[in-house]
T-cell receptor, first 116, second 116 residues
């Protein structure tokens, strides 16, 4: 296993710009999650995919956020018209559906977004 | 909605000593999973230990063990023989095991300092 990877690791952008992050899960994992972590807080769930289907979205995921997972492999998270409040660490995690309900999620290193 | 509370923002322990991190949670469900994740400075989150709510036996992983009190909704982490490499943010997390794959609900974390 090469682990979950995320790109870029850091992104600095100006308010109003669009940004896109990529997550590559562990190869045999069919579930993929996005979280947001602000300073001093625990991660907060944003959205979840099983294969290519987006099955759950948090109320935190405003209309400016969109996530995709074409072909059920890597995923992208796009933020349109960024705001300073979007500054955070964006974490991706993946897991393998075991049929027993809840699987252990393995996290990537995160993408740190700074909106100026 | 589920909530996870970590009441200790910071804990300090001498190297080789034992420390216990507290976590309480609130849920109306009976089947769920609890996790402790470790997030070292500028490094990715890794799983420390996991507990299935239906199991009465407390989970153990080498120097790490939990005290799971289902009725009290308490899930503390004990680290024995603390090592410098244990220094990190520790997050308690909850996941419902209702057949789907809900995102994790995290506490705010406890910053663990290891004194040499």
């Amino acid at each position: 296993d090469t682990g979950v990877s995320q790109d870029p690791r850091h992104k600095i952008t100006k308010r109003g710009q669009n940004v896109t992050f990529r997550c590559d899960p562990i190869s045999e994992h069919n579930r993929l999650y996005w979280y947001r972590q602000t300073l001093g807080q625990g991660p907060e769930f944003l959205t979840y995919f099983q294969n290519e289907a987006q099955l759950e979205k948090s109320r935190l995921l405003s209309d400016r956020f969109s996530a995709e997972r074409p072909k059920g492999s890597f995923s992208t998270l796009e933020i349109q018209r960024t705001e300073q409040g979007d500054s955070a660490m964006y974490l991706c995690a993946s897991s393998r559906a075991s049929g027993s309900g809840t699987d252990t999620q393995y996290f990537g290193p995160g993408t740190r977004l700074t909106v100026l | 909605a589920q909530t996870v509370t970590q009441s200790q923002p910071e804990m300090s322990v001498q190297e080789a000593e034992t420390v216990t991190l507290s976590c309480t949670y609130d849920t109306s469900e009976s089947d769920y999973y609890l996790f402790w994740y470790k997030q070292p400075p500028s490094r990715q989150m890794i799983l420390v230990i996991r507990q299935e709510a239906y199991k009465q036996q407390n989970a153990t992983e080498n120097r790490f063990s939990v005290n799971f009190q289902k009725a009290a909704k308490s899930f503390s982490l004990k680290i024995s023989d603390s090592q410098l490499g244990d220094a990190a943010m520790y997050f308690c997390a909850y996941a419902y095991s209702g057949g789907g794959a809900d995102g994790l609900t995290f506490g705010k974390g406890t910053h663990l300092i290891i004194q040499p």
